[in-house]
């Protein structure tokens, strides 16, 4: 990767990504040739558009033209944003009306009867997305079996649709009983609120999600509604501004919490897919070096708010269908990451009870760490850093290598006097000893999620390749692999833009799927292919609804049957292929499940019918310019100091500082030393770093 030298070709037809983080917004592109170059810049949360109009015309700076050119000649943008997950985390969702079925007004608040914690009995649950007086019932009823029960009475319906109007909601929510098996009732009350003269976003459960479990159906469609608004009106700014600053309309694309991409007039349809948009890059890139490195992996992301870690398996992220918090659930495909709140901002202090801790809190962008001298005055994991020598600093205004961020100067003074009052006085330790405290819990942290992502799931770490990437991800790594007996640890050249290089290789993706709730064994075996086919006119329809165009590369379909024994919730995902389905293969997939739940579980059920729950799709199409990609870095500048002064084991010692540029393909250093590959990777006593393909530094700890 490159961070500043003037390519020698420019690629007419290429890809552009950004990633909008909680404190920086990173842009890369990939040239002809493989390369990619990228900037990072501070993230503006009062409008994050600003931010990505800031790093499209940094990056646009490094090659030499300005902003108008360089969006004029790309092929697309890829966008990740975290604005949907922010509208949750903030307790800032659109106001949203729900209509229900009589009975059900209370499923929001009710959840599934379970906590987070079950023995706090008097802890109070969170506050559902849609209040209770915007919860209003409508008398009808769905049979399981998709029969009528009670016809919607109209008159009571209409008045309820009347008396939700006047609550001043922003959206409506219709979510009805067993409208996944029988969606008309939903459909005429959607017809009756237009007649009503509302022009708003109403959000029908069956086709958000049509399957079966009210409270996980009811719930992501709450979490569409919520999000909606928000995400329609920022992404319809977004595309207003670039296509004004490219003189011309942009075509964009954005990450799904899948890991996919849709089309940015298609997004607001699909709102729910986006919650988790912003870590999916890094897993994807986290993929591509296991492929690289031919074994699994578990990956770390170190932001400047968050940790996202993800477990590589096979070359590919880990996925799952639902997603539950303390306050929602969601039941739509996510690559499977663990959230820790730990970043370069995490707040570092000493509570109450005298022990230190990092986080959850953050600097955020504005005002940041103290060591930025933009107003933030409390110590983080960057000032530690930074008082340690890990991160170059001075009072002159030294420009730090800190992520490659574009004009950043870190000082040292300002990292000192918060790291001593908030940290090292009231522990009563020395300035270093503190500052080391909190880079120790900070690694600790990491390792303990890692853990909880593997050892809680029956995996070894010590038989995974770690990869340590993000602002902050090359100055635990070491730390981290020693923490978790990992031997082989890997950090990749401009690491701490992973994420925005992971979205350069993402594919256009789109789900679906289709409740089916039928034994296999009783399952007529013309259905399953009559079922695949009305989910690809679904999902062709909805295509052509949004001029949504593949491209010249064939559209690659995967079919998953979500099967279960008869009584059971939980369902597990057996491959289909298209010939299967065309032979309505309904023995051959049960004989699948039942050895894959013994696999799994240990025993079967032999006597038990299985059910096939529900068929999803999952259609893709690679991106054209995907595959291996070349990293170089920026030469240092002549006159660069080659040692700093770092704080290591009780002393101060001089430690070399290295280039990625200058690390020979079979060169092998030797720790102490730091290494300057558009972020810093701290190579301690004991440790040795290399060179491996396409620029990752492997990083070997010794046990």
Request: glycine share 10%.
């Given at each position: 990767m490159n961070t500043g030298e003037k390519p020698r070709e420019y690629c007419m037809a290429f890809r552009l990504a950004c990633d909008v983080g909680g404190t920086f917004t990173d842009v890369a592109v990939r040239q002809a040739d493989g390369d990619v170059f990228f900037a990072k810049v501070p993230t503006t949360p009062d409008d994050p558009v600003e931010g990505v109009l800031n790093g499209i015309a940094a990056l646009a700076e490094q090659l030499g033209q300005d902003a108008r050119q360089l969006l004029s000649s790309a092929g697309e943008l890829v966008h990740g944003t975290t604005i949907a997950t922010n509208v949750l985390a903030q307790g800032r969702p659109a106001r949203v009306g729900l209509l229900t079925t009589r009975g059900f007004r209370d499923i929001l608040?009710?959840?599934?009867?379970?906590?987070?914690?079950?023995?706090?009995?008097?802890?109070?649950?969170?506050?559902?997305?849609?209040?209770?007086?915007?919860?209003?019932?409508?008398?009808?009823?769905?049979?399981f079996d998709g029969s009528v029960r009670t016809p919607l009475d109209e008159t009571q319906a209409r008045d309820a649709i009347a008396s939700l109007l006047d609550l001043d909601v922003e959206a409506v929510v219709i979510g009805l009983l067993h409208a996944h098996r029988n969606p008309a009732h939903e459909l005429t009350l959607e017809k009756w609120l237009r007649e009503s003269g509302w022009m708003g976003p109403i959000v029908l459960s069956h086709r958000v999600l049509p399957q079966e479990g009210e409270y996980v159906r009811f719930s992501t469609a709450a979490i569409e509604a919520s999000v909606a608004p928000v995400l329609e009106g920022y992404l319809e700014r977004l595309g207003k501004q670039l296509e004004a600053k490219a003189g011309g309309p942009v075509r964009?694309?954005?990450?799904?919490?899948?890991?996919?991409?849709?089309?940015?007039?298609a997004a607001g349809d699909r709102a729910a897919h986006f919650v988790n948009s912003g870590p999916a890059g890094g897993a994807i890139s986290a993929a591509s070096i296991a492929r690289q490195?031919?074994?699994?992996v578990v990956a770390f992301d170190v932001g400047g708010t968050t940790t996202d870690i993800s477990v590589i398996h096979d070359g590919q992220p880990q996925e799952r269908l639902v997603t539950s918090t303390d306050a929602y659930v969601i039941g739509l495909p996510t690559i499977d990451i663990n959230v820790l709140s730990l970043g370069g901002g995490s707040i570092a202090r000493v509570g109450a009870d005298g022990v230190l801790q990092v986080g959850p809190e953050s600097a955020a962008?504005?005002?940041?760490p103290a060591a930025y001298g933009r107003g933030g005055a409390r110590a983080t994991l960057t000032d530690a850093a930074v008082v340690l020598g890990l991160l170059p600093a001075g009072d002159a205004g030294e420009t730090s290598s800190l992520g490659g961020t574009s004009g950043l100067s870190l000082s040292r003074k300002l990292a000192i006097q918060a790291?001593?009052?908030?940290?090292?006085?009231?522990?009563?330790?020395?300035?270093?000893?503190?500052a080391e405290a909190v880079l120790t819990?900070?690694?600790?942290?990491?390792?303990?999620?890692?853990?909880?992502?593997?050892?809680?799931?029956?995996?070894d770490p010590r038989a995974l390749a770690l990869v340590g990437f993000g602002g902050a991800g090359g100055l635990l790594l070491?730390?981290?692999?020693?923490?978790?007996g990992v031997a082989l640890a890997v950090a990749p050249a401009a690491g701490s833009v992973l994420s925005a290089a992971g979205f350069l290789d993402a594919e256009t993706r789109y789900d679906t799927i289709r409740h089916a709730g039928l034994a296999m064994n009783t399952l007529p075996k013309e259905s399953l292919a009559t079922l695949a086919r009305d989910m690809e006119d679904e999902m062709q329809r909805w295509s052509d609804r949004h001029a949504m165009a593949w491209g010249d590369k064939p559209m690659e379909m995967a079919w998953i049957a979500e099967c279960r024994y008869a009584r059971q919730a939980g369902t597990v995902a057996i491959p289909l292929t298209s010939d299967e389905l065309e032979r309505g293969a309904v023995d051959e997939v049960a004989a699948r499940f039942e050895a894959r739940y013994t696999m799994l579980f240990g025993h079967a059920h032999h006597n038990e019918a299985c059910v096939l729950d529900a068929l999803r799709l999952v259609a893709t199409q690679p991106c054209a310019a995907s595959g291996r990609r070349k990293s170089r870095t920026r030469p240092k500048p002549a006159g660069q100091a080659l040692t700093r002064s770092v704080h290591q084991g009780g002393g101060w010692r001089e430690w070399p500082v290295i280039s990625v540029d200058g690390l020979g393909e079979d060169a092998v250093w030797r720790g102490p030393l730091l290494c300057d590959c558009g972020g810093v990777v701290v190579v301690r006593e004991g440790e040795t770093l290399s060179r491996g393909e396409q620029g990752l530094l492997i990083l070997s700890v010794e046990k």
């Open positions: 608040e009710l959840r599934d009867g379970t906590r987070s914690n079950r023995y706090q009995l008097r802890v109070p649950s969170p506050m559902p997305l849609v209040a209770r007086p915007c919860r209003l019932e409508v008398m009808e009823r769905m049979g964009t694309q954005v990450m799904q919490s899948s890991g996919g991409l849709l089309p940015l007039t490195l031919g074994r699994d962008a504005v005002p940041g790291v001593t009052r908030d940290v090292a006085v009231p522990l009563g330790l020395s300035l270093e000893a503190a819990l900070a690694a600790t942290m990491v390792a303990s999620g890692i853990r909880a992502a593997t050892v809680s799931r029956g995996i070491g730390a981290v692999a020693r923490e978790t």
